[in-house]
């Protein structure tokens, strides 16, 4: 019994690591494990009566007292609407036009559009799958490999996730207490390093074997006058808001929230632009906004349930005895914290992610000290989210289990096997792998841009 008592925190994350796989919603899991060992603990008389009714305190301080969450149903909208709007279909053909010259032009197309589409990479599923309905057929038709083509695509939807302003960027500041200005600068070195990566392997393929990706034959053709307007409204504009979204919070001049609404204005007068606003595509738009964000709040709230309980049982000293017991300096426990991580995206979304390990792992990563390598105790943070970020993106791409392979063979025409897919991955979670690399051993990359707008 007194095993048991000591140890409540981990049986709790034992408890919660077998119940994942059993189906259910990962939110009512995470409840029903918090309240359970709750009542547990209760009835061990380790867990008094008046600590259930500080669980709503603690979820209204989690929620109601933060300026990130309100955000979050903006830049949901902004995204969609991007997305349904066909705004992307127009992105990627005025990019073929553009790029027309470039060896492998649509695979370099689908990730210049992983890019401008940012804001929706949250939800990785809807940007795999829009992008393989977008591009997937035509490059198929065009004489693509299948391999390649279902590669560039992967990794083209989950590139958003760490470039500003998407959604995961929030969730990271929040959870690792930095804030959202210097998250958004310290991602974008990183994130154009991994889009030269890319850019570079599908060219170089190209090159050595055009079988691979043949180039482009007839595409319309536009006076000066008529391609400067295409230009304009299809990728000028979609650029301009992304920008203002980013450069808004960067500035200072808006919140997060401000910023997220002047995005979500934005795809409406886009939508207008395009002529593809309709009551009846708002109506889409807005319930799949509604239904993403409560998505996003449920797990948000069954994730400070559990955390509550858990850290009430002393889990987070029990996490940071254990890694330490394991004999590992500051760079073993980073590593080892990155690859739990990196497992777990295997089997959950990100946002279960953020939301339950990164609380877990807090005071290990409070008393990691990688001043001395970083230059200060708040750029080591940023750093460490960085990686973290870079980790999440990576676990989304790497076979057998990762969540964007399942949403593009889902997507993606009948011919295109899982084995296509599997193929196609592997170069580009080597780049990934590579990424990473680059920004455990130069700090700079992610560093850089934030020591530069804090130099007066």
């Known amino acids: 019994m007194d095993f048991l008592i000591d140890n409540l925190a981990l049986f709790m994350v034992l408890a919660l690591a077998l119940l994942l796989f059993s189906g259910y919603p990962v939110a009512l899991v ?53 997305e349904r709007s066909g705004i992307g279909r127009e992105l990627l053909v005025c990019l073929q036009v553009l790029l027309r010259r470039v060896p492998a032009s649509q695979a370099v197309a689908v990730t210049v559009i992983g890019v401008i589409l940012a804001p929706s990479a949250g939800l990785v599923g809807a940007s795999v799958a829009t992008l393989a309905y977008l591009a997937l057929p035509t490059m198929l038709e065009r004489g693509y490999k299948k391999s390649f083509a279902t590669g560039s695509i992967a990794a083209a939807g989950t590139l958003g996730l760490i470039l500003p302003p998407a959604i ?208 200060s105790p708040e750029l080591a943070s940023l750093w460490i989210a960085v990686l973290i970020a870079l980790n999440l993106q990576t676990s989304f791409l790497t076979p057998p289990f990762g969540f964007a392979l399942f949403f593009l063979k889902g997507a993606a025409p009948p011919s295109v096997s899982l084995r296509d897919i599997y193929r196609g991955i592997v170069p580009i979670v080597v780049i990934q792998l590579v990424g990473i690399a680059l920004v455990l051993v130069l700090p700079g990359l992610a560093t850089w841009l934030p020591i530069l707008a804090a130099t007066p």
């Open 168 to 375: 995961m960027l929030y969730f990271l500041a929040d959870e690792l207490g930095v804030f959202i200005s210097q998250m958004f600068l310290s991602t974008i070195v990183p994130g154009l390093v991994l889009v030269a990566l890319y850019v570079g392997y599908y060219v170089g393929a190209a090159i050595l074997d055009p079988r691979i990706a043949p180039p482009l034959t007839a595409l319309p053709t536009r006076s000066a006058l008529q391609l400067t307007i295409y230009i304009v409204r299809s990728l000028a504009l979609p650029v301009l808001l992304i920008a203002m979204v980013l450069g808004s919070v960067i500035a200072g001049l808006a919140t997060p929230t401000q910023s997220a609404c002047v995005g979500a204005a934005g795809a409406i007068l886009l939508m207008l632009l395009n002529r593809s606003f309709s009551l009846r595509a708002m109506h889409g738009i807005v319930e799949s906004t509604a239904l993403m964000t409560a998505m996003v709040f449920f797990i948000a709230v069954a994730a400070t349930v559990f955390s509550y309980v858990f850290r009430y049982f002393g889990g987070d000293t029990l996490v940071l005895e254990l890694l330490r017991g394991l004999g590992f300096g500051d760079w073993g426990m980073l590593l080892t914290m990155l690859a739990i991580i990196f497992v777990l995206g295997f089997f959950i979304d990100w946002i279960e992610i953020a939301l339950i390990t990164l609380p877990i792992f807090e005071p290990v990563l409070k008393a990691l000290d990688f001043s001395a390598y970083v230059g």
């Open 30 to 82: 995470l409840i029903g494990v918090g309240l359970g060992f709750g009542l547990i603990g209760y009835a061990l008389e380790q867990f008094p009566l008046v600590a259930f009714f500080n669980i709503p305190l603690r979820i209204y301080s989690t929620l109601g007292e933060n300026l990130i969450y309100p955000a979050v149903p903006m830049l949901l909208f902004m995204g969609i609407a991007l």
